[in-house]
């Protein structure tokens, strides 16, 4: 069977025709097969088209599409190089609801990676689309891949799978790989914990031969990374994912990055949420793995061309919640605890709050019990801010709560103190549940612990027998710990062959180490190292043991949680190691010894108290010995107490002092843990004296109050005092007396206002306590609260009542006291004392008189201030308000109901009934529907006397005792008819514009249909955030137009809208959008805006560097600068708004030179500019000068360079030339990047000088100029004989050079006349005005400067008018120069 190729042509039906058309979806081809589409027809497209996958093999692969066209098209699936048809590898379906069609391919295979092509078909036409499926293959070696990649092989490479791929069996001795590939990439201090979870004792072996791995390693990563460091392991972060990332410098940026899992290939893609994915910041590799789950436990490794660079272990901890945290209630400054069980010992769990990690400090207190099961996190002095969702992280799982924090009523209005009450909490007994756990946990480990005892002992029953039937010549020992000095390295306990069967031909019985004969020692022979089963070279013996000091130093482990590999030292000096006697194989199991399972804690003490230090060991038969700072603890001292229970051990301190602070340390069988002792001297009070302090202080107002409490602890000790949280300081009425025991607090003519809390706060280093107590200060009250409220008013009697005073003094209210006076009259009556409601009802009043009155406050401490109210009627004509405008309940062709509600002001007595009016619209007039002697008592009424078709409004009066009151505002018109039916859905809703808060709308009016849908008057907006479930109307008004635009909306967020028609019949059935929208324009790809941007700039160092880049792009872009493609430093301040990002290096130095580059992304596209900055300064000047002939008429000018030679790449030299007969400098030479320069042209008999300049893109240095080069010719000596000169005579009469010129000049204008005379002696100047001198008239002001005469009017007026002349005189004659002056009105 013949499967279509892409090149094949489709056939066609006779008379069919193929026109090609465009799709909007990118990559669809449309055939038509007619001219043109009959209406209502159309040929098929995708909405929806399959996209290319990449799956991993065995998993399910889908690809789905959906088609568009009239009539329906049929769907096929087949793939380019193969056949569609087996069921069992293909499966077609299509979802009606979704209107999508689906080809799947369940565990899917690596055969069935190819094109695919899915053809849509009807009889106008047909649309193709195809996909790409790729699959990986599991179980892909790293051999394979490299192979294809780079076409060698390395087949000394070798991997495995951790679950499904069996291991290898190991050879005696011989060590996993991944413990080397571990070690590779490893800290130190981890050496330990690694070699004893694999089971490696031989711990110098292992460091040599570490060694030697690294110096292989090394040389295969020198051939395509050039730098390695900061590796960081893997670690689960807060978002749910696991991170690792290290820093590499690639020799070949295309150099292939390879990451495996277990030695299996994953899969990764760049800068995406995938499950694996990596991210390169610079020199920064990223790698990321989201969604976890346990199948994500593994070694990971990442390879660069075959060579391994990086290798961690990711292991997540198997622990669960036995007791979740619970929802906790709290008042404001209360602290909220939230607490939770675990199933399993953890010594740290991630706190989180509001989705931001919580860390210990001043707000957050994180603590864990000593058995690691019961985690504890305190909220401290809770506010409102603190409300929202707290949760507690163990590895995988997770538990959240509410923290629900409410406002202090009892505050009353100040601020209120902290409390120290706690809220929330567990509600079950913890400490139970986790003693219950912990003795689980350890029955699971003592039967463990016995059933490996019991293994141990049958191995080695059933090793010795084989021993003894076994020759012993035969025995060959696994490890010779101490061979001969003379034995050769091949010759050394050479491991069994793979396959060779035991001594006597029996195999050993399976999962059962065979027990060999040991090599008897030799006296001073150094251990001989074994790894995997070779036998290495002798050790380096001072670097091991320096890097064992290093490694012990390292990983000195306090909580002896963990068993040492190394033991200190013996008497003789001598380190010793604990060595396994057995084969290092992994179904060896040793018996760990005595250990710690749990070591000792670092306690505070507080001095003249006890205290005790504990810990616990794996067996209760073994003794052990306590040291302080090194030296061994006795009981001897009484208050010291070394007791023994079990496997406890304590040490108790009965009466802590000073002394007694130090490092203590618990040895047991070369097991040791160690914690620190604070002794610590807080603050303290005696409890009978605070007490005491903390009863309240009663006294009356002008009284002084004084508070004194005495205290013990480490000074020096800030004491503070406060008064309702504001601290106090001495002043006039405040005396603080403070010393080392004691601290009182006098406060002289207390007044009401100083009642609150007194608090006395102390502090040390060591600790802060607070004490406690009240102030009452009693006095009279303040006067009643108005307004009065009138009751009732009637001719009968006059009922009112106020409010009681808003402070009371101290004490409760005993009576008021009233007073009354009539109107008109000038004396107050007596009422006298009333009880202590706030309430009186006077009967003895005259009808229409008005009354006043006085009411006072009486308490035990006095009477307040009056009250006065305002006149009070009896008995008069009060009428009601007018009520609400009536609301149209229902309308009908007969009838009209209405509903209204009663006026708030019912003019003092009640209400009788309504009287209810209508009008016809183009009327005037009001008519009364219901009869006037009948007033409506229901507060609704149905109107039948109407007209079917015409239009009525309403309105509604209110009826007392006094009469009708005011009528209501008219209801609007309505019809006498049948109520309507609701209108349909609109049409054709779509959106029209919008912005990042904004969202226009546009749609058609729904159709009308008789009977069914009536004509639309209106139309209401509902929008839904896609978070929430409830419609809010955006409108409160339905609007009549067929668009509306939307505001508020917040950025970004994702919506669902939808339009609702409406009429008198009600609301129609709304109409929803397609789809839901995003507040945001719409989407534009990042552009920079400005024309000209500069690319490059020069900047002095000290100065500031701006770049201002402006952009437009939607939606908002993800903005980055680089500096030679790495993040900037933060010394660089960036700022980014909306359309402009700016980079501000406030004092720019010669290291902030680069090449800056912007790259603005966002959904659209992204783009980038760079700029180069050059930060520098004025170059010095280049060292000395120095000039050298080599060959005749050329001279060698050379010079020191400058000291910023080697800061600027850009600086260059300038030499300029002088000889002896030109006298002048010019440029010889310019741009000269070395320390030399050739001159031509040297003229024998010329003395030359030569200066050299350093320049660069600031500006030009100092010179640095040579001697004179050359040797001047002897001349002979030139005789001018001079004449005799004759003397000149100066001395002329004056003359004008510049005369006077006619002026005209506005009246109370300023004037200026000016003219220039010359003459030798200087002439003398005189002004005239019609001939009279004006030289003294201080009206005028006159100048003479270097000849130039001036004259100035600064207000000319009429008598100003005339004829102005300058005389200039010397001892050689006289000149005159004259002029006119007009004044124009």
């Not at 003490?605 to 003794?623: F, H, P, V, W, Y």
């Not at 149905?942 to 409004?953: H, T």
């Not at 990047?1233 to 050739?1238: C, H, I, L, P, S």
């Not at 100035?1352 to 002029?1379: F, M, Q, W």
Request: charged letters at 30%.
């Amino acid at each position: 069977m013949k499967f279509p190729k892409s090149k094949d042509e489709e056939p066609r039906a006779p008379g069919q025709v193929a026109i090609r058309k465009k799709s909007k979806v990118p990559g669809v081809m449309i055939t038509q097969f007619v001219e043109e589409l009959p209406a209502g027809k159309s040929h098929p497209d995708f909405t929806r088209k399959p996209i290319a996958l990449t799956i991993q093999e065995g998993k399910l692969a889908v690809f789905k599409a959906i088609v568009t066209g009239n009539p329906t098209p049929t769907v096929r699936w087949i793939r380019n190089n193969g056949d569609t048809s087996n069921t069992e590898k293909y499966t077609t379906s299509y979802d009606p609801i979704l209107g999508e069609h689906q080809l799947q391919m369940p565990d899917v295979a690596v055969d069935q990676a190819d094109i695919y092509k899915c053809f849509a078909e009807n009889d106008y036409g047909r649309a193709l689309v195809t996909a790409t499926l790729n699959v990986i293959e599991v179980g892909f070696k790293k051999s394979k891949a490299l192979q294809e990649a780079r076409e060698e092989t390395y087949n000394n490479v070798l991997f495995w799978h951790r679950n499904d791929c069996p291991r290898e069996e190991r050879k005696d001795g011989e060590v996993d790989e991944r413990f080397w590939e571990l070690l590779l990439s490893a800290d130190k201090k981890d050496y330990e914990r690694i070699c004893i979870e694999y089971g490696v004792t031989d711990f110098r072996g292992m460091l040599k031969k570490l060694n030697e791995k690294k110096r292989e390693i090394e040389e295969q990563q020198a051939q395509y990374v050039e730098h390695l460091s900061n590796l960081r392991h893997i670690e689960i972060k807060n978002n749910g994912c696991a991170q690792f990332e290290f820093e590499m410098d690639l020799k070949d940026p295309n150099a292939r990055i390879f990451l495996y899992k277990d030695g299996v290939m994953v899969p990764f893609d760049i800068d995406s949420d995938e499950k694996h994915s990596l991210r390169q910041t610079g020199r920064r590799f990223t790698f990321t793995i989201n969604g976890l789950s346990p199948d994500d436990i593994g070694l990971y490794q990442v390879d660069v061309e075959g060579v391994n660079v990086f290798s961690t272990d990711f292991k997540i901890p198997m622990v669960d919640f036995l007791v979740k945290i619970e929802e906790v209630k709290a008042v404001e400054r209360e602290d909220a605890v939230f607490e939770c069980v675990l199933s399993a010992p953890l010594p740290k769990i991630t706190w989180m709050g509001k989705s931001a990690p919580l860390v210990q400090g001043e707000k957050y207190d994180i603590t864990v019990s000593e058995d690691m099961l019961i985690h504890r996190l305190v909220v401290k002095d809770c506010m409102k801010v603190d409300s929202g969702i707290y949760a507690a992280v163990a590895g995988m799982k997770s538990c959240n709560a509410w923290l629900i924090v409410e406002a202090d009523n009892d505050k009353h209005g100040k601020k209120a103190a902290r409390k120290s009450t706690r809220a929330g909490g567990s509600s079950v007994d913890l400490a139970k549940i986790a003693a219950e756990q912990q003795a689980k946990l350890q029955q699971a480990k003592e039967e463990r612990m016995e059933a490996i005892k019991q293994l141990h002992a049958e191995s080695e029953e059933e090793s010795k027998e084989e021993s003894n039937k076994a020759p012993s010549t035969e025995a060959e020992p696994p490890v010779q710990t101490e061979p001969s000095a003379e034995a050769k390295p091949s010759a050394e306990a050479k491991p069994p062959t793979e396959g060779k069967p035991p001594a006597e031909g029996k195999p050993p019985a399976e999962g059962k180490p065979q027990h060999k004969a040991k090599a008897k020692p030799k006296p001073k022979s150094k251990p001989r190292i074994v790894a995997e089963g070779v036998v290495g070279e002798p050790v380096q013996e001072e670097e091991v043991e320096d890097e064992l000091e290093e490694i012990a130093q390292e990983s000195d482990n306090n909580d002896g949680s963990e068993q040492a590999v190394l033991e200190p030292p013996s008497e003789g000096g001598e380190k010793k190691k604990r060595m396994r006697t057995g084969p290092l194989v992994p179904d060896t199991v040793i018996d760990p010894g005595v250990h710690f399972t749990s070591g000792l804690q670092d306690v505070r003490a507080i001095m003249g108290q006890s205290t005790e230090m504990a810990c616990k060991l794996s067996r209760s038969n073994c003794d052990g010995v306590w040291y302080k700072d090194g030296k061994q603890v006795s009981a001897l001292r009484d208050d010291i107490k070394i007791t023994k229970d079990g496997s406890i051990h304590k040490l108790i301190i009965c009466n802590c002092k000073e002394e007694d602070n130090g490092k203590y340390r618990f040895e047991a069988d070369g097991r040791k843990s160690e914690a620190m002792l604070t002794v610590e001297d807080p603050p303290r009070m005696n409890q009978d004296d605070l007490a005491e302090f903390s009863e309240p202080v009663i006294i009356k107002a002008g009284q002084n109050a004084s508070f004194k409490l005495r205290f013990v602890g480490q000074e020096p000790i800030k004491i503070q005092w406060y008064i309702e949280g504001e601290e106090l300081l001495n002043d006039t009425n405040i005396k603080i007396e403070k010393s080392f025991s004691h601290s009182s607090l006098l406060l002289n003519k207390c007044q009401r206002k100083n009642t609150g809390e007194i608090k006395l706060k102390l502090k040390n280093e060591f600790g802060v306590i607070e004490a406690l107590s009240k102030l009452i200060v009693l006095d009279k009250p303040t006067n009643p609260l108005g307004p009065v409220e009138v009751i009732e008013a009637s001719s009968s009697c006059v009922e009112f009542k106020w409010r009681p005073p808003k402070d009371d003094g101290g004490s409760p209210v005993i009576h008021y006291n009233l007073e009354r006076q009539q109107i008109g009259r000038n004396t107050w009556k007596k009422i006298g004392n009333i009880p202590s409601e706030a309430h009186y009802k006077d009967t003895d009043v005259d009808h229409g008189r008005k009354y006043c009155y006085r009411i006072r406050a009486i308490t035990a401490e006095g009477i307040s201030d009056v009250l006065e109210t305002d006149d009070i009627q009896a008995g008069t004509k009060a009428y009601p308000g007018p009520p609400s405008t009536p609301q149209i309940v229902s309308a009908f062709k007969d009838c009209i109901n209405l509903s209204w509600t009663p006026p708030t002001n019912t003019g003092g007595t009640n209400i009788v009934g309504y009287n209810l009016e209508k009008r016809k619209r183009g009327s005037n007039l009001w008519s009364q529907v219901n009869p006037a002697e009948e007033p409506i008592k229901a507060k609704q009424f149905g109107v039948k006397d109407v007209v079917e078709g015409m239009e009525y409004e309403f309105r509604v009066s209110a009826i007392n005792f006094s009469g009708a009151g005011d009528p209501s505002s008219p209801t609007e018109f309505v019809i006498a008819r049948d109520p309507k039916k609701p209108p349909g859905k609109v049409i054709d809703l779509k959106v029209s514009d919008s912005s990042y808060s904004s969202l226009s709308l546009s749609w058609t009016k729904p159709k009308e249909e008789e009977g069914v849908n009536d004509e639309a008057k209106g139309y209401f907006v509902e929008l839904r955030p896609a978070e929430n479930t409830e419609w809010t109307r955006c409108n409160s008004n339905a609007v009549i137009t067929n668009s509306f635009t939307v505001l508020g909306l917040k950025s970004m967020a994702m919506y669902w809208v939808r339009v609702v028609a409406t009429n008198e019949g009600g609301d129609g059935e709304p109409q929803n959008l397609d789809n839901y929208f995003i507040a945001m324009p719409p989407p534009v790809r990042p552009k920079f805006t400005d024309r000209k941007m500069k690319s490059f700039m020069v900047l002095r160092a000290g100065n500031s560097a701006r770049v201002n880049i402006n952009f437009e792009a939607s939606p908002i872009p993800k903005i980055i600068w680089l500096k030679d493609g790495m993040p900037v430093s933060k010394r660089v301040t960036v700022s980014n708004t909306d359309g402009t990002s700016q980079l501000l290096i406030p004092s720019a130095e010669r290291s902030d030179s680069g090449i800056y580059t912007i790259i603005v992304k966002n959904m659209v596209g992204q783009e980038t500019f760079s700029v180069e900055i050059r930060i520098t300064d004025d170059p010095k000047p280049p060292g000395p000068v120095e000039l050298e002939e080599n060959v005749h008429g050329t001279l060698t000018v050379s010079w020191m360079p400058s000291p910023d030679e080697k800061r600027d790449d850009h600086l260059h030299y300038m030499v300029v030339k002088r000889d002896s007969v030109k006298q002048t400098w010019h440029t010889v030479a310019h741009r000269v990047f070395n320390n030399n320069f050739t001159a031509v042209n040297i003229m024998p008999g010329r003395e030359y000088n030569f200066r050299v300049y350093a320049k660069n893109d600031m500006g030009i240095s100092e010179p640095s100029e040579s001697q004179t080069w050359g040797v001047m010719k002897k001349k002979e000596k030139f005789t001018l004989v001079m004449p005799e000169s004759k003397t000149c005579n100066f001395d002329c009469a004056p003359t004008f050079t510049v005369p006077l010129k006619m002026h005209t000049s506005p009246e109370k204008y300023e004037c200026y006349m000016s003219c220039a005379v010359s003459g030798n002696p200087t002439p003398h100047i005189t002004w005239y005005r019609n001939n009279i001198s004006i030289n003294t008239n201080t009206s005028y002001y006159i100048s003479n400067i270097c000849g130039v005469c001036s004259l100035l009017i600064l207000r000319v007026g009429p008598k100003d008018n005339g004829e102005y002349k300058v005389v200039a005189e010397n001892s050689l004659g006289r000149t005159e120069c004259t002029t006119q002056l007009s004044i124009r009105e």
